[in-house]
């Protein structure tokens, strides 16, 4: 891929086994080995986060910053997985962040836009999208 780390992210989108996860785990390699910052959240995250908030509010704040400030995030599958409303909001928040301070974004999605829209909830679907459409060039994989 000539993908280039600046202001724009990545959507590699497609069915399941077509590659996403490895060229997008390739970039953020790529990346780091060229000394910049990275972090990565999968399918287990919710988990994660779930695990920093019941420890108190502030992990849970300090987790999302440090998302919000790396580099370069990587996002693989973190919506295969039925999303809680706080990890939903949790991830709004790092997308929102991260787009308002032009850090890209590499996400690797099964989903389409309209079974994206359906998992997740009716007033952060619309926003999360639109932001990852405008933020990331989307990339295909049949």
């Known amino acids: 891929m000539n993908w280039i780390c600046g202001h724009r992210g990545l959507v590699l989108h497609g069915p399941t086994g077509q590659g996403k996860s490895r060229c ?32 108190s509010a502030k992990d849970a704040e300090r987790w999302i910053e440090r998302l919000s400030e790396v580099d370069l ?3 693989d599958d973190c919506f ?27 996400a690797t999605l099964n989903d389409t836009g ?12 619309p926003a999360m999208l639109r932001r990852l459409r405008e933020f990331c060039d989307r990339i295909a994989f049949t």
């Open 24 to 55: 997008a785990w390739l970039l953020l390699r790529r990346e780091y080995e060229a000394g910049r910052s990275v972090r990565s959240l999968n399918s287990a995250s919710g988990l994660t986060y779930a695990a920093k908030f019941s420890e």
């Open 73 to 75: 995030l990587l996002l």
């Open 80 to 106: 295969k997985a039925k999303l809680t409303d706080s990890f939903e909001a949790a991830l709004f928040a790092v997308i929102n962040t991260r787009t308002e301070r032009q850090l890209p974004i590499i």
């Open 114 to 125: 309209a079974s994206l829209t359906e998992r997740l909830s009716a007033d952060r679907a």
